[in-house]
């Protein structure tokens, strides 16, 4: 297929560097307000899987690679590649069947879109934390959402997808069909050899009592924190989540603290008694001498929302790395004593103990990297001349923890720092996972430059 033959083939836009839009185009792909040096030869914006197919094939015949951008929510950029891009945001129909429990989503429906669909139903997914976050990239690198305790990893609720391979043909998968490219869709995230172009999921009878305590402390407490939520989180059931966050006070607090740690228990209960027993176990536990506690509050999927997204200011510039720890003992410790350094004020880190697993297994499948414990460390600034500065923050941060770090959440890991991809997997998983895109992907048509430093300036 030659590129004419692509522009009257394909529904819909096809940009080049040599239309006069492309530069904003080329911005658009990546959420981030940091951009890389990258420049795609060719972007094009698919209307449907036939485009997908055209587009694969165009690249196959010309010798070219192919990246396909969902959202460009991950923070290191990957997506923006010198090759074709194959924007798939206008792909974004969902359809729920409410007797089945379960739902089809193109690739750019929002975790946000999806949880305001299903709960107008009475139902519920594991969607991510961030709303704006589109499926794609998320159920591909795992999924580590709401109430994963109980629901978990949404990628292990994916029943079905519809993926085109290299070849460009189109093709389903499950348990049963094409097992081993549903093997890999669920967690390869970057490493996965096609496009999906839609998801078939597994939901949920929506909670309905999600209810929320928060403490706030000055971080000095840091210690009491951990050790309360290190003991509290082996006797609590799997639908609670408790989180700490490091950061600057909040505006209320400012005047008496610089920076705060916050314990954040979230429980989504069937019954307002199951909500309030269990909250007030997790309060019985709580160290004295909090600035600010608020109990019980009434914390619906939009509502969690909200309250997220106050983290995410848009137009600013990220760089955000994770890891997985075997004992929360000192991991929290570790974030705490990075955030009181961070040279910007808006940056933060959160850490998470999982309940305990009471005997499951993790299911089968590329995503194979999980702890007891997890942390995210976020750099938020606006100045590129301080990209250096937050850069060096974040990394001393990781090696800060690297002693009792097993591995890292492709979704939101470091990428540019080499061999963090590899360590997102468990070696058998990655040994796997290789042999796969050998078996489905031989010419290494989706296989993505990762940088070996951060990629710093703004174009335009």
């Not at 299903?118 to 139902?123: F, P």
Request: charged share 20%; aromatic share 8%.
């Amino acid at each position: 297929m030659n590129y004419e033959t692509l522009i009257k083939t394909v529904r819909g836009t096809v940009t080049t560097q040599m239309n006069p839009e492309y530069d904003s185009v080329r911005q658009d792909l990546i959420w981030n307000g940091r951009k890389p040096y990258r420049y795609p030869e060719i972007i094009i914006k698919a209307k449907d899987a036939a485009d997908v197919q055209a587009a694969v094939k165009f690249a196959a015949s010309t010798g070219r690679r192919v990246s396909p951008r969902g959202g460009g929510h991950q923070f290191s950029g990957i997506a923006l590649q010198d090759c074709v891009v194959i924007d798939l945001s206008e792909m974004n129909a969902l359809e729920i069947d409410v007797e089945a429990k379960t739902a089809r989503a193109q690739p750019t429906v929002t975790n946000g879109k999806l949880a305001a669909a299903l709960g107008d139903v009475g139902l519920a997914f594991p969607t991510g934390h961030c709303t704006s976050v589109q499926l794609s990239g998320y159920l591909l690198g795992g999924g580590f959402g709401w109430n994963a305790g109980e629901w978990g990893i949404a990628c292990h609720n994916v029943i079905g997808v519809q993926v085109v391979l290299a070849d460009g043909s189109l093709v389903e998968a499950s348990e049963t069909e094409n097992p081993d490219i549903f093997w890999a869709v669920r967690g390869a995230g970057p490493e996965f050899f096609g496009v999906v172009t839609e998801y078939r999921i597994r939901v949920f009878d929506l909670p309905r009592a999600i209810r929320t305590s928060v403490w706030t402390y000055a971080i000095e407490e840091i210690d009491a924190v951990e050790s309360w939520i290190s003991r509290t989180m082996p006797i609590m059931p799997r639908n609670v989540e408790f989180t700490a966050m490091m950061s600057s006070a909040p505006e209320p607090l400012a005047g008496v603290a610089s920076k705060t740690v916050t314990g954040i228990a979230t429980i989504f209960a069937d019954t307002e008694e199951e909500a309030a027993a269990t909250l007030a176990l997790i309060a019985d536990g709580a160290p004295e001498g909090a600035l600010d506690v608020q109990l019980g509050l009434d914390t619906p999927f939009e509502v969690l929302y909200l309250i997220v997204g106050q983290s995410y200011p848009e137009g600013h510039r990220y760089a955000v790395d994770t890891n997985w720890s075997a004992d929360p003992s000192g991991l929290l410790t570790r974030l705490a004593n990075a955030v009181k350094e961070a040279p910007s004020p808006r940056s933060y880190a959160i850490g998470v103990v999982l309940p305990p697993m009471d005997g499951r297994a993790m299911p089968d499948g590329a995503f194979s990297m999980a702890g007891p414990a997890f942390s995210s460390t976020y750099a938020i600034w606006t100045d590129e001349d301080a990209d250096a500065a937050n850069f060096d923050w974040l990394r001393d941060t990781s090696a800060a923890i690297a002693p009792i770090s097993l591995g890292h959440y492709v979704g939101e890991a470091d990428l540019d720092v080499g061999g963090k991809l590899e360590r997102c997997y468990a070696p058998e998983a990655l040994a796997r996972l290789r042999a796969l895109q050998r078996k489905y992907d031989p010419r290494g048509m989706f296989k993505r430059r990762i940088a070996a430093a951060p990629m710093l300036r703004m174009i335009g």
